[in-house]
Every structure is written in structure tokens, then in C-alpha cells.
């Protein structure tokens, strides 16, 4: 099969490019031929299981940054359709084309080939990525004028932000198979599209055979970006807790413009917490497999790739109730669960795990064990391939 996978960009910066290239390589390996379009990077790179890269410019030109185009970009769409011309593809899978190649390479794509989408966030409806609100609350609701008049967001932003979502959701419901990572997001979904079609599918691990068994260490980790919605401030609170029982260490993983004022509020209650920066992806998943805990404490997140590597290494994790994490975590049986916001009951979850080795173990075990069979490489590729071939025969029967 000739899978031709559309994304903003192909280089590694997140979570979703992350699994677009794990992707790539499990189906590159089942013999499927994999070709991509995104935009074109400052700086092209070459990946083995990638046959061929298509890019496509976003504005007529760098210095003129056309905020129309991220409405309805007409490079992109003359683009998707010249490859489909000359490629001839099988199918069509779309990831995150929202800001840069638009809803018109999905409009444009739909009327000549069988499309798949996965849905990595939740910008189909909300502006801010997330679904929180001006207090950093989840928000009940969907995007709408209700937002505009609780001054959720200045009304330029609300009117430029709503006609964007408007262009986009009328996009997926062209598309012959949608995948969501989690029934949070596939709920939100049915509320604002027509479209039948949605399946759940997690993300998966490849496998890490060549990491061998590491004791664990004395540490917490906290892995991901420093920003306001990881909810990093409520761990290092968390952490003045703790210590109060037991001396042990905050090892800092990642980077982003709440750092400065986070070391500050570690010194200032006299934490122990280790800023380390950005950690190259191998390098991360050792400490995975050494941390004693993996706290995700976010505010808002969909389907964080740090609690499937946490539990596919093993490592007992405590992350927030919120948005898609819940789908991921048994409470109390592979991982905890507590509140956002919640200095007390982080520090609470982290005492009971250090205090009770036994009960620590039997977490760690339950992590891996459902990891293995949960989120495997083959159970994915399997899915998604049955997937394809749903779009495909959606497809035939659309256009007898």
C-alpha cells in the first residue's frame, strides 16, 4: 500500500511528529511505501523510511506572513493535488494540518482519494490548544460567543479563531475515517461534526529491546515543557511535601519560558530540583527506566507520549485527572490519578509510592504488562491497517 501522510511539519518537535515517524518506519517495515507533504523546513533531513518528501510553502513569500493562508492554503492544495496525480496513493492520512497547510489539503484530497485523520489535540474547537479556560480550568463547554462574553478570549482572536475551527470541521466531516487518541476528544467531536466515522486508537511504543533493565534511582522526573499548562509549579510545591518525610531529588526534563521563575520558586522553598534542559530521546527513555516516580501534573492534555514511554519502561506514574489521561491510567492499579492543581495530593500519591515498596512494584508491574499489551507496535499497525481499508471501501461506495 502507498500511504501518503500529510503534517505541518516532519521533523521532530512534539508529540505527534514523534508518533507520524514511528508510524512511518512500523508500516515501512510491514513493505508499505511512505510518502509525506508538510511544509518546508529551514532545514531539510533525510529519514530511511520515508521514500519521498513533499513540502509546500505556506505564504508567497517568508517576510509576508498572510494570515489568509492559514485559513485556506492554496499552495498546499495545488500541492496535495499535483502528488496525487503523479503518486497515486492508496490513501491519504492527515495529522496536524491546522496551522500551516489548512483544512484545504483535506477538502481538496477528499474528492480524489480515501482520507484517514488523526486528531492529536483538541484545536478543532478550543483556541488555546487545550480546553482551559482564563482561571487554567478545564472548560465544560465548546467554543463559542458564551467564551466571547466571559472574556475568555478578546473578540479579533474569538472571530479569527471560530471562522478557522468553522473551515476545519467542515473539513473532517469529508473524511472517510477519523482516529481519535481518547474519548474525551471523541466525544467533543460528535457535539460539533457529522461524521460517523470515529474510531479510538492510543498511540503506541516501538519496541526498546536494547535498553536493558536499569535499577531504579532515587529520583521523581518530570519530563516535557515548562510551560504554565504542564502544571510543573504544583509538582515543585508538591515536592516541599514530600521532603518533610523523604530526601529525594526533582531531576527536571525540558525546556520553555516558565524555567527562570520556576528554579526561583525552587530556591525560594528550598527544593532540591535539577533543571537538566532538553534530553535527546534515547537519553530519556534511561531515565524513565531509572526514575523511582513519573509525575505528569498537567493542567490540560490530550494523550501525553511521556506516560506511554513512563509505562513502557516500567516507571510508576502520577499525572493529572484530566482530558485524555484518564483513558490511559487505571487508578491505583498501573498509575494514580489526582486532581489539577493539587499540591497536596501529588505530594500524597508520591509519599504512599515511597512508603510502600511492595504496592510501588506491583504498579510498575501492572504499567509494563498493560504497555506490552495495550500499546504495542503490532496491535497499532494492525488497527490502523483495518482502518485504511474501512476508508477505502467508505471511499468506493461514496463515489459508485
Known amino acids: 500500500m502507498k500511504i501518503l501522510i500529510v503534517n505541518d511539519t516532519i521533523p521532530f518537535i512534539g508529540g505527534a511528529e514523534t508518533y507520524l515517524h514511528n508510524l512511518s518506519n ?10 509525506t507533504l508538510s511544509e518546508k ?29 492559514r485559513y485556506w492554503n492554496i499552495y498546499a492544495k495545488k ?14 492520512h492527515f495529522h496536524n494540518v491546522f496551522s500551516r497547510l489548512s483544512p484545504a489539503v483535506i477538502s481538496e484530497a477528499s474528492k480524489y482519494k480515501p482520507t484517514v485523520l488523526t486528531v492529536h489535540d483538541t484545536r478543532f474547537d478550543w483556541p488555546k490548544f487545550m480546553y482551559l479556560d482564563k482561571n487554567f480550568d478545564i472548560y465544560p463547554g465548546t467554543f463559542g460567543f458564551k467564551c466571547l462574553f466571559n472574556g475568555e478570549v478578546n473578540p479579533f482572536m474569538f472571530f479569527y479563531q471560530y471562522t478557522r475551527n468553522f473551515l476545519y470541521r467542515r473539513s473532517l466531516e469529508k473524511i472517510n475515517a477519523i482516529i481519535t487518541l481518547n474519548n474525551f476528544v471523541k466525544n467533543k467531536l460528535e457535539k460539533l461534526i457529522k461524521n460517523d466515522n470515529i474510531f479510538i486508537q492510543p498511540l503506541f ?44 531529588p526533582l531531576i527536571i526534563a525540558g525546556d520553555g519560558k516558565e524555567k527562570k521563575e520556576l528554579e526561583e520558586l525552587a530556591k525560594k522553598i528550598n527544593v532540591t530540583a535539577k533543571f537538566i534542559g532538553k534530553v535527546k530521546h534515547d537519553e530519556m527513555l534511561k ?12 493542567l490540560a492534555d490530550n494523550s501525553p507520549m511521556i506516560i506511554y514511554e513512563a509505562m513502557s519502561c516500567g516507571a510508576p506514574v502520577i499525572a493529572s485527572n484530566v482530558c485524555g489521561i484518564p483513558d490511559l491510567i ?15 495530593e501529588i505530594a500524597e500519591k508520591i509519599i504512599i509510592l515511597l512508603s510502600d515498596e511492595k504496592l510501588r512494584k506491583k504498579i510498575e508491574k ?21 482502518i485504511y481499508n474501512f476508508a477505502i471501501e467508505k471511499f468506493k461506495k461514496k463515489n459508485v
Open 205 to 248: 511504543i516501538p519496541e526498546m529491546s536494547d535498553l536493558s533493565d536499569a535499577e531504579r534511582e532515587n529520583f521523581i522526573l518530570f519530563a516535557g515543557r515548562i510551560e504554565y499548562y504542564k502544571g510543573l509549579k504544583y509538582l515543585i510545591k508538591a515536592m516541599k511535601i514530600v521532603n518533610e518525610k523523604f530526601d529525594i
Open 330 to 344: 487505571n487508578d491505583g492499579i498501573d498509575g494514580f490519578l489526582v486532581k489539577p492543581k493539587n499540591s497536596e
Open 41 to 69: 523546513p529551514d532545514k531539510e533531513e533525510i529519514f530511511p523510511h520515508i521514500k519521498k518528501q513533499y513540502f509546500s510553502k505556506t505564504y508567497p513569500d517568508k517576510k509576508f506572513n498572510c494570515p489568509v493562508s
Open 287 to 298: 531515565l524513565y527506566q531509572k526514575a523511582g516516580i513519573v509525575c505528569v501534573p498537567s
Open 366 to 386: 501492572n504499567a509494563k504488562n498493560k504497555s506490552e499489551k495495550e500499546f504495542s507496535k503490532e496491535k497499532h499497525i494492525n488497527s490502523i491497517l483495518e
Open 26 to 35: 512500523a508500516l515501512n517495515e510491514k513493505g508499505h511505501e511512505i510518502i
Open 79 to 92: 500541492k496535495i493535488r499535483e502528488i496525487i496525480k503523479s503518486e497515486n496513493p492508496d490513501v491519504v
